[in-house]
């Protein structure tokens, strides 16, 4: 059920700002340069820690608006990151990182965040603009690659509203620093910035603000979730070790398909057992491989396992719950301590994405003030991940908040709700093909509003 913002007192409380009607007439007006913008960065995606052209492109738009840019930020970091997986930094690797930053009197320091990278899919969408790009990734593999997050709309839409507020500058008072964020998909980009010392070396913000193009959300609307958005998102490998034998003589071995079996049942009973019920988790045993021929007992088996949690504290009983069952299902089968299970949690792991709750009712009365309360409105939180969260992590302990924009026809979407029909594609499909005019119209209008606002104060 949709829940609507009831204040309309702030509504209109943008000090100063144009009135909605002018706003969303100016972004109307725009709307072909960032619709061009947006179907370069769709033809031309790049993967991880390869944006070099995307950060260029958004450099020089940037720069023309009068915008101090700096890029390479992070590349000091991306590139021992890159060295450490891969052995080696294969060419074109970097940390493309930027920070551009308008300086406008006295005020508030507003950051405003997109990302750049693109994910290794062959898009399948139709589109005249569809990419036809193979490249390799920062690791050496060679993939199709396509916008199917839909960053090639963050980028344009944060350009767009640099655009509406450059126009504006006579009528907002502060430091706009607007950041193209590489590597969201890995995990790893924000790291790379903040470990470069993007809260040292650039003005620090008080606000950060982001927006996700949404094919969960119809065209023309804007959702949102105070407090715990996003999951924590943590990646465990467990190999499990047995004793091989021939599938006719079982007793003679260790069988670690049965082992690991018993791990998967076991790992059930984290969430329903031994989370708080008001609290959220997941544990899913995405892979279980064991094994090459019908009649042989394999001496291993190989679990990957994604956990997704909110609090920290919920987080960390179920990373230590998995080792335990791990090596207790182990010992109940009677290995000996030399073929305990190895556990191995990934330490590149995404935080939970906190919204801060006064700042996104703050933007959100802004927001519906120029699209219509109507247009916006509560979502549940979700359990996807998103390294936006690590901006809010950190010492400086800065308030921040992303919301949605919906890019689904909304008849589809509504027919697809009420199950007469399937609910269209959505991120991360091949066949996820956003709605260009109502996505970004509505993205640029969205962060315009929301940075007037927290300028505002």
């Known amino acids: 059920m949709k829940k609507f913002l009831l204040s309309a007192a702030a509504v209109f409380a943008l000090s100063g700002a144009a009135n909605a009607d002018e706003l969303t007439d100016a972004v109307a007006e725009d709307y072909d340069y960032v619709f061009n913008l947006y179907k370069h960065f769709h033809e031309n995606p790049e993967l991880s820690f390869k944006e070099s052209e995307s950060a260029q492109r958004m450099a020089s738009e940037l720069e023309g608006l009068g915008f ?9 970091w991306t590139k021992a990151k890159a060295k450490a997986d891969a052995g080696e930094v294969l060419e074109g690797v970097g940390g493309y990182g930027l920070v551009a930053v308008l300086e406008n009197g006295e005020g508030p320091t507003v950051m405003l965040r997109a990302d750049m990278d693109a994910l290794p899919l ?45 126009e504006m500058k006579d009528q907002w008072s502060g430091t706009l620093v607007l950041i193209g964020q590489p590597a969201e998909e890995i ?26 193009t949404s094919g969960w959300d119809a065209s023309w609307d804007v959702t949102y979730t105070p407090g715990w958005a996003l999951a924590n998102v943590d990646s465990v490998d467990i190999t499990v070790k047995g004793v091989g034998a021939h599938g006719s003589a079982p ?19 984290l969430v329903s057992r031994e989370i708080n019920p008001q609290d959220a988790g997941v544990v899913t045993v995405g892979s279980f491989q064991a094994g090459y021929k019908h009649n042989i007992i394999p001496d291993e088996a190989h679990l990957k396992i994604t956990v997704r949690s909110y609090s920290d504290g919920v987080r960390q009983t179920l990373l230590d719950g998995i080792e335990r069952i791990a090596v207790a299902q182990a010992r109940s089968a009677g290995l000996p301590d030399d073929l305990m299970p190895e556990v191995k949690i990934e330490s590149d792991y995404t935080p939970a994405t906190y919204n801060d709750e006064d700042m996104t009712a703050r933007v959100m009365s802004a927001i519906a003030g120029h699209i219509g309360q109507e247009h916006v409105y509560e979502r549940p939180a979700s359990m996807g991940g998103e390294d936006f969260s690590r901006f809010g992590r950190t010492a400086e ?61």
Not at 68 to 76: F, L, R, S
Not at 251 to 269: C, F, R, Y
């Open 68 to 76: 101090t840019v700096t890029t390479g930020v992070g590349d000091k």
């Open 122 to 166: 062959e898009e399948k969408t139709g589109l005249p603009y569809a990419s036809k790009v193979v490249s390799e990734d920062y690791m050496g593999q060679t993939a199709p690659v396509m916008h199917a997050c839909a960053h090639d709309s963050h980028m344009a839409i944060l350009i767009g509203a640099a655009r509406q507020l450059v």
């Open 187 to 212: 995990g790893l980009g924000a790291l790379a910035m903040i470990e470069d010392g993007l809260f040292k070396k650039f003005p620090k913000p008080d606000y950060i603000l982001a927006t996700h």
């Open 251 to 269: 007793h003679m071995g260790k069988d670690p398909v049965v082992i690991g079996s018993e791990i998967v049942n076991a790992l059930q009973t």
């Open 397 to 457: 302990d800065i308030p921040t908040v992303i919301f949605w924009t919906g890019s689904v026809d909304p008849k589809a979407f509504k027919a697809g709700q009420e199950g007469k029909a399937p609910m269209p594609p959505a991120n991360h499909s091949p066949f996820y093909a956003p709605q260009p005019e109502p996505a970004l119209k509505t993205g640029v209008t969205a962060m315009t509003a929301g940075a007037l606002e927290l300028f505002g104060e």
